[in-house]
T-cell receptor, first 116, second 114 residues
């Protein structure tokens, strides 16, 4: 079964508007972490934001925020005031037992295109 | 501070050839991992290590070998390259001490098997 599901293969957003990228996850662990990475066309993986399963508040990093709904097992990324440079692939990832090497399980990604 | 360095950046191999993808990190991270990324897919874990001398298999380990003789280095070996191994390979590292810190990724190696 998919542990990380990103149901939007591609999305378009108008410059300066906000956009939400969906991510649902499946785990039986009580302690886990959720990450979002950005991958521009140049190919590198850029860390955006982290949410721990015990964090009571939604994580925010500049224009990025994470809408964490633990009961629904969702961790959606919200990008406010989209910029042309936000056009990229976005991956949601989960880390379960941290003592097992910190390894990540990735979703299939969402390709975001920002229109001028 | 170089972070995670992968070499080479690009490589073309013939079927049956062997090669080693190099990965080095200078952050004294205990944890290191290798992933592959195929078109239209997320990253999948090949092998990982929790420290020098300790490695384990990930989701897609077949056809690959790893070793971890030092904290800094975590090479990935393709034993007998196959066209199905054409992919982009990423090495990543993270600290055992801080679970809220992300994995740091290298820039990737684009590998084509003919």
């Amino acid at each position: 079964a998919q542990k990380i599901t990103q149901t939007q293969p591609g999305m378009f957003v108008q410059e300066k508007e906000a956009v939400t990228l969906d991510c649902t996850y499946d785990t039986s662990d009580q302690s886990y972490g959720l990450f979002w990475y950005k991958q521009p066309s140049s190919g590198e993986m850029i860390f955006l934001i982290y949410q721990g399963s015990y964090d009571e508040q939604n994580a925010t990093e500049g224009r990025y925020s994470l809408n964490f709904q633990k009961a629904r097992k969702s961790a959606n990324l919200v990008i406010s005031a989209s910029q042309l440079g936000d056009s990229a692939m976005y991956f949601c990832a989960m880390r379960e037992d941290y003592n097992q090497g910190g390894k990540l399980i990735f979703g299939q990604g969402t390709e975001l295109s920002v229109k001028p | 501070n170089a972070g995670v360095t992968q070499t080479p950046k690009f490589q073309v191999l013939k079927t049956g050839q062997s090669m080693t993808l190099q990965c080095a990190q200078d952050m004294n991270h205990e944890y290191m991992s290798w992933y592959r990324q195929d078109p239209g897919m997320g990253l999948r874990l090949i092998h990982y290590s929790v420290g020098a001398g300790i490695t384990d298999q990930g989701e897609v380990p077949n056809g690959y070998n790893v070793s971890r003789s030092t904290t800094e280095d975590f090479p990935l070996r393709l034993l007998s390259a196959a066209p199905s191994q054409t992919s982009v390979y990423f090495c990543a590292s993270s600290s055992r001490q801080y679970s809220n810190q992300p994995q740091h990724f290298g820039d990737g190696t684009r590998l084509s098997i003919l």
